[in-house]
């Protein structure tokens, strides 16, 4: 299978410990995404890198969430001190640039549920 | 700032049906519009998109035309199948990277 993969699929933490989730994008994509997504709402942009630099984060992002991409492939999400509202569908997409950037499409991965209990 | 609004779900239809799923957008400039799906326990899968102003994105036999005049970017097919049942997320991006969606509809196809 060569599309996105994220581990674990599932992942339930007490409030207050630290989650870690990886993403692989497809191997010749050199852009890479994190998004969000809540119980009844589309998904919602976090991060996004192009190879191992982080070019922008969003306001969602707290002082909480950090995001690496250490050698411009795979990328790891930490949540430190977790809260009940971080409980969501984390998603990860990849895209390769290519092309102009209305042209792009970007692949998601199955994406990692996280309950915080 | 960019915002797309799309209809609320469940839509329920019987096999054969036609289908629309309303959306509407709000951007600065020229965005590029798409249509996402969203099969139980599978990620998010582009369904089809459109780049500029009366081009039409068609696929798996969805099409959805791209209307700058009215904001809009409505999904249809001629007859769904069982199979299509899914969360169908319309979006866009409007020169940057970062892609808004709106909150998803579900559509539920009955045999």
């Known amino acids: 299978d060569t599309g996105v993969s994220q581990n674990p699929r599932h992942k339930i933490t007490k409030r207050g410990q630290n989650v870690t989730f990886r993403c692989d994008p497809i191997s010749e994509h050199n852009r890479l995404y994190w998004y969000r997504q809540t119980l009844g709402q589309g998904p919602e942009f976090l991060t996004y890198?192009?190879?191992?630099?982080?070019?922008?984060k969003s306001r969602l992002l707290s002082d909480r969430f950090s995001a690496e991409r250490p050698k411009g492939s795979f990328s790891t999400l930490e949540i430190q001190r977790t809260e009940q509202g971080d409980s969501a569908m984390y998603l990860c997409?990849?895209?390769?640039?290519?092309?102009?950037?209305?042209?792009?499409?970007?692949?998601f991965g199955p994406g990692t549920r996280l309950l915080v209990l | 700032g960019n915002s797309v609004t799309q209809m609320e779900g469940p839509v329920t239809l019987s096999e054969e049906a036609f289908l629309t799923i309303n959306c509407t957008y709000t951007a600065t400039g020229y965005p590029s519009l798409f249509w996402y799906v969203q099969y139980p326990g599978e990620g998010l899968q582009l369904l089809l998109k459109a780049t500029k102003a009366d081009d039409k994105g068609s696929n798996k036999g969805f099409e959805a035309t791209y209307r700058k005049e009215t904001t809009s970017f409505h999904l249809e097919k001629g007859s769904v199948q069982v199979s299509d049942s899914a969360v169908y997320f319309c979006g866009l991006t409007s020169g940057t990277y970062k892609y808004i969606f709106g909150t998803g509809t579900r559509l539920k196809v009955l045999a």
């Open positions: 997409a990849s895209s390769f640039s290519g092309v102009a950037v209305l042209q792009e499409t970007q692949y």
């Open positions: 890198f192009q190879n191992e630099a982080q070019l922008e």
